[in-house]
Antibody, heavy 123, light 106 residues
Framework: EVQLVESGGGLVKPGGSLRLSCAAS????????MSWVRQAPGKGLEWVGR??????????DYAAPVKGRFTVSRDDSKNTLYLQMDSLKTEDTAVYYC??????????????WGQGTLVTVSS | DIQMTQSPSSLSASVGDRVTITCRAS??????LNWYQQKPGKAPNLLIY???SLQSGVPSRFSGSGSGTDFTLSISSLQPEDFGTYYC????????FGQGTKVEIK
């Protein structure tokens, strides 16, 4: 069974940093691309960033609001995805989900999701 | 970025009703369109991929259609457990989501 478990959320002051982790099990972690998605309180889903598999180059892409402040990385030996968040702003307050990116019918889908971890940026 | 616009933002329908949600892309995305259902306090769940393919385990009352810029998610006979918020998402390039459609049961 695929399991994704996020951790590392909490309360941080504006301008601070936080690192989220996503521990994966039930599949070969090195195979799929992985992604972070966030959801501000009472709001919709917002894609944050993704990292390709090492086989596909291991490169990263980011949404405009977080580019230059957030970094997605992966440690395939530890079956773990990371999100390093620097220069945090109050508008980064959200539940952060990790998800696997798989190709179904030629289309990339967010097939499996973790339960999410809450990040609150407040003074 | 490709903008995704859903309508309506919310709806209330009775058990057994047919429900339709639309999603429009700001540029053509072929069939690179997925639908997710999210229940309060839970992670989203994949319903439909590639515009019209039903994810394994999803009830057949759910269906998707469309290509290019206009897409539709339909529920043929609304059930009590179908409450929640539905999101479309394009994967033509870096992902973007629609703003969501909240479905309530009358």
């Amino acid at each position: 069974e695929v399991q994704l478990v996020e951790s590392g959320g909490g309360l941080v002051k504006p301008g601070g940093s936080l690192r989220l982790s996503c521990a994966a099990s039930g599949f070969i972690f090195s195979d799929p691309w992985m992604s972070w998605v966030r959801q501000a309180p009472g709001k919709g889903l917002e894609w944050v960033g993704r990292i390709k598999s090492k086989t596909d180059g291991g490169t990263t892409d980011y949404a405009a609001p977080v580019k230059g402040r957030f970094t997605v990385s992966r440690d395939d030996s530890k079956n773990t995805l990371y999100l390093q968040m620097d220069s945090l702003k109050t508008e980064d307050t959200a539940v952060y989900y990790c998800s696997t990116l798989l190709t179904f019918g030629g289309v990339i889908v967010m097939a499996y999701w973790g339960q999410g971890t809450l990040v609150t940026v407040s003074s | 970025d490709i903008q995704m616009t859903q309508s309506p933002s919310s709806l209330s329908a009775s058990v057994g009703d047919r429900v339709t949600i639309t999603c429009r892309a700001s540029q053509t995305i072929a069939s690179y369109l997925n639908w997710y259902q999210q229940k309060p306090g839970k992670a989203p769940n994949l319903l439909i991929y590639a515009a019209s393919s039903l994810q394994s385990g999803v009830p057949s009352r759910f269906s998707g259609s469309g290509s290019g810029t206009d897409f539709t998610l339909s529920i043929s006979s609304l059930q009590p457990e179908d409450f929640g918020t539905y999101y479309c998402q394009q994967s033509y390039n870096t992902p973007t989501f629609g703003q969501g459609t909240k479905v309530e049961i009358k």
